[in-house]
């Protein structure tokens, strides 16, 4: 949708929301701070404010009968305001807890057989990542054992992950 040519983000998304209001969908904006970031930006040479005032006819536009629009986005802080101000209802997802971070480690290697972990020592260390960081974990960790010819995961490959994770 986001285009380099000059105007083309403002059409190509008229052209989206052309296309959902067709027929009842959910229309699911990931990483929406592409389209909605803030005039203020220091590096903006115009071609933003132009999307986001698309953006912002756009959505008074669109019909909430013909479905429902969800924006999602990690950078909050550089959004436009008065855009934000648009939707109904604004839903912060924190990042997941010791408990949750555990589940969803657990979870994702449920296909494969795990050796002996120090989970404390694991989640003490997952500490802070999101829940894609934590899945992206324990998915290297598995492929790891997988290539490594290893029958299970083993505490080092969980702790290689974590270290690939924090250094990108």
């Not at 008074?60 to 802080?77: C, F, H, I, R, W």
């Not at 305001?81 to 449920?110: C, M, N, Y």
């Not at 003490?124 to 010819?149: F, N």
Request: glycine fraction near 4%; aromatic fraction near 6%; charged fraction near 25%.
């Amino acid at each position: 949708m986001v285009s380099s040519f000059l105007g083309e983000t403002a059409s190509n998304l008229r052209l989206v929301f052309e296309d959902a209001s067709k027929s009842p969908c959910l229309l699911f904006l990931d990483q929406c701070d592409s389209i909605a970031k803030t005039p203020e930006d220091s590096e903006e040479v115009g071609e933003i404010q132009r999307v986001i005032n698309t953006f912002s006819q756009i959505s008074d536009e669109y019909q909430p009968s013909s479905g429902l629009m969800v924006a999602a986005t990690n950078l909050n802080k550089s959004l436009d305001t008065a855009l934000w101000r648009r939707f109904d209802d604004l839903i912060a997802v924190p990042k997941p807890g010791e408990q949750e971070l555990e589940f969803i480690v657990k979870e994702t290697l449920s296909v494969i057989q795990v050796g002996s972990i120090n989970w404390p020592r694991i989640i003490e260390q997952m500490r802070d990542l999101s829940a894609a960081q934590a899945v992206r974990v324990a998915q290297g960790a598995a492929k790891r054992a997988i290539l490594e010819r290893e029958e299970l995961v083993i505490q080092e490959h969980l702790e290689e992950g974590i270290t690939e994770i924090k250094a990108s």
